[in-house]
C-alpha cells in the first residue's frame, strides 16, 4: 500500500510540473513570437537583434540531455532587454523590481546549489555505505548503471558487470542504482534477492527526477523543485 500511494503522488506531481512548465513554454514562445512580429513591422533593429540572440539555443531544445549551460549564450541578450524595458518604468520601480529580482534569483541560485550538493553526495554515500563493508570482508560485489555507481562503486571495491564477460556467481553481491540505469543491469538477474536499500530524503529540495531536470529536460523543464525521497 505505502509503495502504491508513493508511486500515484509521484505521478500526479510529474502530471502537474509537466503541464505548468508546458504552459510556461507556449507563452514564453508566443511573447517572443509576437516581439519579432512588432519590430519586424516597426522595422526595430536592435529589438529584432535581441530577440533573435534569445534564440541561439533553439537547435538543441530538442536534446534529452540539455544542461543549463546551453542557454548561458542568450544572458547577456535578456539582460539587454531588461534594461531596455526599464527605460519604460519609474526609476525607483524599476530599483525596487531590480532588487527583488536579484534576491529572488540569489535565494533561488542558492537553494539549487544546496540541493544539487546534497544529491551529489548521497550518491557517493550511498555507494560507500552499499558496498565497502561487504568488499572489506571478502565479498564480491558487482556494479552497473551510471553516475554514482560508475564512479563511486569502484573506488570501494566493486567490479564492473559486463554481459556475457563478467559474469557473477551464486551468492555474489550486486549494487546498482535504480535512477541511475540500475533497472537495466537488474533485467540479466531475474532471480535475485533485495538485501539492503537507501533512500535519499531532500531538505532542500531536488534537482533531478520528478519533473525537475537540472541536467537533463527529459527528466523536467525546472531546475529545481520540492521533494520527498
Known amino acids: 500500500m505505502t509503495s502504491t500511494r508513493s508511486s500515484s503522488r509521484g505521478f500526479v506531481s510529474v502530471l502537474i510540473w509537466g503541464r505548468v512548465s508546458g504552459f510556461v513554454a507556449g507563452f514564453g514562445f508566443s511573447v517572443l513570437v509576437d516581439l ?9 533593429q536592435l529589438g529584432l537583434f535581441l530577440t533573435l540572440w534569445l534564440l541561439v539555443p533553439l537547435p538543441v531544445v530538442h536534446y534529452g540531455h540539455l544542461p543549463i549551460k546551453y542557454l548561458l549564450p542568450c544572458m547577456p541578450a535578456m539582460i539587454l532587454w531588461c534594461f531596455r524595458l526599464a527605460e519604460s518604468i519609474r526609476p525607483r520601480i524599476a530599483l525596487a523590481a531590480g532588487m527583488v529580482m536579484i534576491l529572488g534569483a540569489t535565494i533561488y541560485s542558492v537553494l539549487i546549489l544546496r540541493s544539487d550538493a546534497e544529491f551529489a553526495e548521497f550518491g557517493r554515500s ?29 573506488l570501494n571495491g566493486a567490479r564492473l558487470y559486463v554481459a556475457g564477460k563478467s559474469e557473477p556467481k551464486p551468492g555474489d553481491l550486486q ?20 538485501l539492503e536499500s537507501i533512500h535519499q530524503k531532500y531538505r532542500f529540495g531536488r534537482t533531478m527526477f520528478n519533473g525537475k531536470g537540472l541536467y537533463g529536460n527529459v527528466s523536467g523543464n525546472w531546475l529545481w523543485g520540492f521533494g520527498d525521497s
Do not use: C
Not at 550511498?126 to 562503486?153: D, K
Not at 542504482?177 to 532471480?191: D, N, S, V, W, Y
Open 175 to 194: 549494487v546498482v542504482g535504480i535512477r541511475e540505469g540500475g533497472q537495466t543491469t537488474l533485467a540479466h538477474f531475474p532471480k535475485r534477492s533485495l
Open 126 to 154: 550511498a555507494m560507500a555505505e552499499l558496498v565497502r563493508p561487504s568488499t572489506a570482508a571478502g565479498e564480491t560485489v558487482w556494479y552497473g548503471g551510471n553516475f554514482s555507481a560508475y564512479w563511486y562503486a569502484p
Open 36 to 44: 519579432l512580429l512588432e519590430f519586424w513591422e516597426k522595422r526595430d
